[in-house]
T-cell receptor
Framework: KQEVTQIPAALSVPEGENLVLNCSFT??????LQWFRQDPGKGLTSLLL?????REQTSGRLNASLDKSSGRSTLYIAASQPGDSATYLC????????????FGAGTRLAVHP | DARVTQTPRHKVTEMGQEVTMRCQPI?????VFWYRQTMMQGLELLAY????????DSGMPKDRFSAEMPDATLATLKIQPSEPRDSAVYFC???????????????FGPGTRLLVL
């Protein structure tokens, strides 16, 4: 059974810092891995999707890396802003015939001015 | 701007009452997912539908929960009878047919926040 762990559970930083959020998963037989953002009281928004054959994916100030063999993914946030404050969730796609996502507990990020 | 809608957004009910949550997937999406989010368990998949057929409901307590898609524009999740431990946020998500294409993501609704007293 796939288990996903995200470290740290919470992070509070001043604006402008570069951040690293970590995700580890126990079963490396994944199709892809996604990073989502969740704002308080809202649903999830997909940020980045990395295919199992890729090493990294970039979107603006966000960069996600994937080391499938070691069961790890990292989300880098450059030059953090208060608007980045949210919970970030990692979700490997277990496949098994459909787009089955297994979510970590998330990293709660607070960026203060 | 296509989006998944869910109703109601908030529901407070008493133990033993029936609760029905509704979801309208994005037009053209033929996969629908129901998730439950709690502080203790995080996000858990309850059920998965493809072309209105339930293909995986292994995460759903069968004795009190049921999920259906009466038509392509409506998915429902019903709890009968409800219990305090069912208090959680229930999310619906939809997506295009995965069909082995690995780039597809899921689009989440805003959730239904359920409190069972």
């Amino acid at each position: 059974k796939q288990e996903v762990t995200q470290i740290p559970a919470a992070l509070s930083v001043p604006e402008g810092e570069n951040l690293v959020l970590n995700c580890s998963f126990t079963d490396s037989a994944i199709y892809n891995l996604q990073w989502f953002r969740q704002d308080p009281g809202k649903g999830l928004t997909s940020l980045l999707l990395i295919q199992s054959s890729q090493r990294e994916q970039t979107s603006g100030r966000l960069n996600a890396s994937l080391d499938k063999s070691s069961g790890r993914s990292t989300l880098y946030i450059a030059a953090s802003q208060p608007g980045d404050s949210a919970t970030y969730l990692c979700a490997p796609n277990d496949g098994g015939g459909y787009n089955k996502l297994i979510f970590g507990a998330g990293t709660r990020l607070a960026v203060h001015p | 701007d296509a989006r998944v809608t869910q109703t109601p957004r908030h529901k407070v009910t008493e133990m033993g009452q029936e609760v029905t949550m509704r979801c309208q997937p994005i037009l053209g999406h033929n996969t629908v997912f129901w998730y439950r989010q709690t502080m203790m368990q995080g996000l858990e998949l309850l059920a998965y539908f493809r072309n209105r057929a339930p293909l995986d409901d292994s995460g759903m307590p069968k004795d009190r929960f049921s999920a259906e898609m009466p038509d392509a524009t409506l998915a429902t999740l019903k709890i009968q009878p409800s219990e305090p431990r069912d208090s959680a946020v229930y999310f619906c998500a939809s997506g295009p047919d995965w069909g082995g294409v690995k780039e597809e993501t899921q689009y989440f609704g805003p959730g239904t926040r359920l409190l069972v007293l």
